[in-house]
């Protein structure tokens, strides 16, 4: 008789390694028990965990500002705020103003700095409401010039270059992502208008302009471009590319469409250009810096605004700063709480702890 000794792996009953056997049972185990839970764990997620990531990414999100005035933005980068913006700043203000006007979304831009400064609601109110009246003055210019101004057809031939022109898709393609932007959706189908490249190099303001009117005929308006007559700020973009000597020289070799009527418009004398004078005139408070550096603190598309209100802090260009005495609620509103919380805990443990004190002394046949 001999004595065998197994050195080997200790073995299940299928002849597997007992060590992977159990594992893999295991393994088994954990998955049945996720599998169990896995509905209730997609229901927190979806009712319970997503809307608190939703509320947290909204109490930093900003991109109103940059989606509504993306020129005057890029303008103001490099104001020091030591007084009021120049005229460029203004004129990006324009085109930017005109734009959310016509989209009705400039008042829900002042409504969102209206909590970081009282009154701002009412500038981009009342100046929304100015925007064609500016523009009409190049307008009416315009066409006492020359009547083909008047004319949707003209404007479609002059900005499309004609029949066989190359096109600026690039130029069309921003400023319908600029109107998605703006509108917060996605627009589908191609562009009835592509702007042309030799006049959008010759005519960048109005080119841009226009591009950006033909994008909300199509797909905010569901019209034609070729049976609407371009917006006021059209006019104005084209009364600003005018006044430039470089735009003079170049259409003097320009044989394209509706030459001759820019031509005209070039040799005649068009109102001065000053926007910064009508929106003082539209609403003095233009003149303010301090509504300025609102708009500039708040144009990242992320800030943390909403929780510096929380403590009765602001945002400033100088950095981050206690708000006026007037305008601190949430502290004095804290430590109400405070001492309204105090108050009703104390008087409870005053009130409460003598009673239980008696009755965990009473004897047992009373205590009850």
Same mark, same amino acid.
């Given at each position: 008789?001999?004595?065998?000794?197994?050195?080997?792996?200790?073995?299940?009953?299928?002849?597997?390694? %007992?060590?992977?056997?159990?594992?893999?049972?295991?393994?088994?185990?954990?998955?049945?028990?996720?599998?169990?839970?896995?509905?209730?764990?997609?229901?927190?997620?979806?009712?319970?965990?997503?809307?608190?990531?939703?509320? $947290?990414?909204?109490? +930093? &999100?900003?991109?109103?500002?940059?989606?509504?005035?993306?020129?005057?933005? &890029?303008?103001?980068?490099?104001?020091?705020?030591?007084?009021?913006?120049?005229?460029?700043?203004?004129?990006?203000?324009?085109?930017?103003?005109?734009?959310a006007a016509e989209a009705k979304e400039h008042t829900k831009l002042g409504s969102r700095l209206n909590y970081e400064k009282s009154g701002i609601s009412s500038l981009f109110r009342t100046s929304g409401r100015d925007m064609n009246d500016i523009?009409?003055?190049?307008?009416?210019?315009?066409?006492? @010039?020359?009547?083909?101004?008047? &004319?949707?057809?003209?404007? +479609?031939?002059?900005?499309?270059?004609?029949?066989?022109?190359?096109?600026?898709?690039?130029?069309?393609?921003?400023?319908?992502?600029? %109107?998605?932007? %703006?509108?917060?959706?996605?627009f589908s189908g191609d562009a009835e208008f592509l702007p042309g490249a030799a006049i959008s190099d010759i005519l960048p303001n109005t080119a841009r302009a226009y591009a950006a009117f033909a994008a909300f005929t199509q797909f905010v308006d569901?019209?034609?471009?070729?049976?609407? &007559?371009?917006?006021?700020?059209?006019?104005?973009?084209?009364?600003?590319?005018?006044? =430039?000597?470089?735009?003079?020289?170049?259409?003097?070799?320009?044989?394209?469409?509706?030459?001759?009527?820019?031509?005209?418009?070039?040799?005649?004398?068009?109102p001065p250009i000053a926007m910064r004078e009508a929106f003082f005139e539209s609403n003095k408070d233009w003149a303010n810096t301090t509504f300025w550096e609102t708009i500039k603190t708040y144009s990242p598309p992320y800030t943390t605004g909403?929780? $510096?209100?929380?403590? =009765?802090?602001?945002?400033?260009?100088?950095?981050?700063?206690?708000?006026?005495?007037?305008?601190? @609620?949430?502290?004095?509103?804290?430590?109400?709480?405070?001492?309204?919380?105090?108050?009703?805990?104390?008087?409870? +443990?005053?009130?409460?702890?003598? +009673?239980?004190?008696?009755?965990?002394?009473?004897?047992?046949?009373?205590?009850?």
């Open positions: 008789m001999s004595d065998s000794t197994h050195t080997g792996p200790m073995l299940a009953a299928d002849g597997t390694p %007992l060590k992977r056997s159990l594992r893999r049972a295991l393994r088994a185990q954990k998955m049945r028990a996720l599998a169990l839970i896995a509905p209730l764990l997609i229901f927190v997620l979806l009712t319970f965990i997503a809307p608190i990531v939703d509320m $947290l990414f909204r109490s +930093v &999100e900003n991109q109103i500002v940059g989606n509504t005035l993306p020129m005057t933005v &890029e303008e103001l980068r490099d104001w020091d705020a030591t007084e009021v913006p120049d005229e460029q700043v203004f004129r990006a203000l324009f085109f930017d103003l005109f734009l523009g009409e003055v190049f307008q009416d210019a315009l066409e006492g @010039i020359d009547p083909a101004f008047a &004319e949707a057809t003209t404007w +479609v031939e002059m900005m499309s270059g004609g029949a066989g022109a190359e096109p600026n898709t690039r130029l069309m393609s921003n400023q319908i992502a600029r %109107l998605e932007a %703006l509108e917060a959706t996605t569901g019209k034609s471009v070729t049976k609407e &007559e371009p917006w006021e700020a059209v006019y104005a973009a084209l009364a600003l590319d005018l006044e =430039d000597p470089a735009t003079k020289t170049a259409l003097e070799n320009y044989a394209g469409p509706g030459a001759d009527s820019l031509r005209a418009a070039t040799a005649a004398t068009l909403y929780f $510096l209100n929380a403590v =009765d802090m602001e945002k400033t260009p100088q950095g981050i700063a206690l708000r006026s005495e007037d305008e601190r @609620i949430y502290g004095i509103l804290f430590q109400r709480t405070m001492f309204m919380s105090l108050m009703i805990t104390f008087s409870c +443990v005053a009130l409460g702890y003598p +009673v239980a004190w008696i009755l965990a002394n009473l004897p047992s046949r009373t205590a009850n």
